[in-house]
Nanobody
Framework: QVQLVESGGGLVQAGGSLRLSCAAS????????MGWFRQAPGKEREFVSA????????AYADSVKGRFTISRDNAKNTVYLQMNSLKPEDTAVYYC????????????????????WGQGTQVTVSS
C-alpha cells in the first residue's frame, strides 16, 4: 500500500501558475507509475497526466497538453505537476494516484487502474 499526500493547491488568476506536489510513502516509490487526476463539482474524475516509474515517459490529457508538466524525483519520493497558463476550466480537486501493481502503462488514463489515492488538493482559477 502507498500513502499519498498532495500539496500546492490554491487560488490563482487565469493565466497564472501553480505547482502541485505529491509525497509518497510505503511501497518503493521508484517501482510504480504515478498519475494525476482531477474532479470538478458535478463531473466525473478525469485523467490529467501520468509518468512512468523511471520518469522517462509521460502522458497528458489533450486539455492540458502544452500547459502542464509532470515530473518526479525518486530520491524524494515525490511527483510534481507544474501547471501554467491556467484557465477557469482547470478548477477542480486534483488527486495523485499510484498505478496498481497488476496494471500497465497502456491503462494509465483509467482511474480504476490505480490502487492508492491521495486526499486531493483544491485548485481554483478565477477569471
Amino acid at each position: 500500500q502507498v500513502q499519498l499526500v498532495e500539496s500546492g493547491g490554491g487560488l490563482v488568476q487565469a493565466g497564472g501558475s501553480l505547482r502541485l506536489s505529491c509525497a509518497a510513502s510505503g511501497r518503493t516509490f521508484s517501482s510504480y507509475a504515478m498519475g494525476w487526476f482531477r474532479q470538478a463539482p458535478g463531473k466525473e474524475r478525469e485523467f490529467v497526466s501520468a509518468i512512468t516509474s523511471s520518469g522517462y515517459s509521460t502522458a497528458y490529457a489533450d486539455s492540458v497538453k502544452g500547459r502542464f508538466t509532470i515530473s518526479r524525483d525518486n530520491a524524494k519520493n515525490t511527483v510534481y505537476l507544474q501547471m501554467n497558463s491556467l484557465k477557469p476550466e482547470d478548477t477542480a480537486v486534483y488527486y495523485c494516484a499510484a498505478l496498481g501493481r497488476g496494471s500497465s502503462w497502456y491503462k494509465v488514463r483509467l482511474p480504476f487502474e490505480y490502487d492508492d489515492w491521495g486526499q486531493g488538493t483544491q485548485v481554483t482559477v478565477s477569471s
